[in-house]
């Protein structure tokens, strides 16, 4: 009797594991022929960051993979209603746009004491139209506010020699507060200068080093950009984000920041922003007569002198 029962229990057994092992290969079984048929091997993890916290951003993302996904760039650069393609156009060694065989944008560099003295004449007579001055920084380990060295003689030669001058600032606010305290320096510094271009919020990932604004929250870095630019608008000036893809994406409430124009860092020979921007640097490592250090190039799709 115990016997039989002990055989009886071995052969359940042995039959709801034959069941389970075929349960289980069907999938890897349907899986491997899948992969068989159309080459794809296991997919590898992605590391990017999350997409912003809020569900604007997190549908705007959505948004943004299905629609770059259709591939080639076609962008709303200048409006939501045209759009801009990009040509193979070079002109005097820099990037320009074309719409129906018209040059549609701007050619212009940005600067900063790095750069040493400027020759702006010969920068006039080799094609830049539009100069950003750099007007300062707030330290990313200190937090202390510094004025760039060159600001005033940049910005004072590049509009006598028929430049179009806008102005940057370099942040690492954390607050509201420090943010309101970097637009009031930088509008008390550039009141004596004509100042026709939009004046930047720069705030920058710092990767190569440990940061105070590290850990920074996407929500808090968006309270920081509104508050400059409300500040900047305030005083009369057109505000005005720098920002990479990376940054902008994953580090800034979009929705929150749509008032105001972007001027996009992305070091490609076509941009892959899929969201309206107005400005575009385009390269670092750029070179122009009365320069003798390498500079960004930039192209705009908007004379904002006008």
Request: glycine share 4%; with cysteine; aromatic share 12%.
């Amino acid at each position: 009797m115990t016997g039989k029962n002990k055989n009886k229990k071995f052969t359940t057994i042995a039959l709801v594991e034959t069941i389970l092992i075929i349960v289980l290969a069907v999938p890897l079984v349907r899986y491997s022929t899948l992969n068989a048929k159309t080459g794809n091997t296991v997919p590898t993890i992605n590391n990017e960051p999350a997409a912003q916290s809020s569900p604007e951003n997190a549908m705007n993302e959505i948004v943004y993979q299905n629609n770059a996904s259709v591939g080639g760039v076609n962008m709303n650069v200048n409006s939501t209603d045209q759009n801009i393609t990009v040509p193979e156009v070079r002109k005097n060694n820099y990037s320009f746009y074309k719409d129906k065989d018209m040059t549609v944008s701007i050619a212009g560099i940005d600067v900063s004491e790095f750069q040493g003295y400027i020759d702006w004449q010969q920068v006039k007579n080799a094609g830049i139209e539009f100069a950003f001055v750099r007007i300062g920084c707030r330290t990313y380990d200190d937090g202390g506010i510094i004025f760039d060295e060159r600001f005033k003689e940049n910005l004072y030669s590049a509009d006598r020699a028929g430049i179009k001058t806008g102005v940057y600032f370099f942040s690492q606010a954390l607050t509201v507060e420090e943010a309101l305290e970097e637009a009031d320096a930088v509008i008390e510094a550039i009141r004596p200068f004509n100042i026709t271009y939009p004046v930047v919020f720069d705030w920058e990932i710092i990767a190569e080093d440990y940061a105070r604004t590290d850990n920074i929250s996407v929500e808090s870095l968006s309270d920081c950009c509104v508050a400059f630019c409300e500040r900047i608008k305030e005083a009369g000036y057109t505000p005005m984000i720098y920002q990479n893809k990376s940054t902008l994406l994953y580090n800034v409430d979009l929705p929150r920041v749509k008032e105001y124009d972007i001027w996009l860092a992305e070091y490609n020979d076509e941009p892959t922003y899929y969201y309206d921007f107005k400005i575009w640097q385009y390269a670092s490592d750029g070179h122009v007569a009365g320069i003798s250090s390498e500079v960004d190039l930039n192209v705009s799709f908007k004379d904002y002198s006008r």
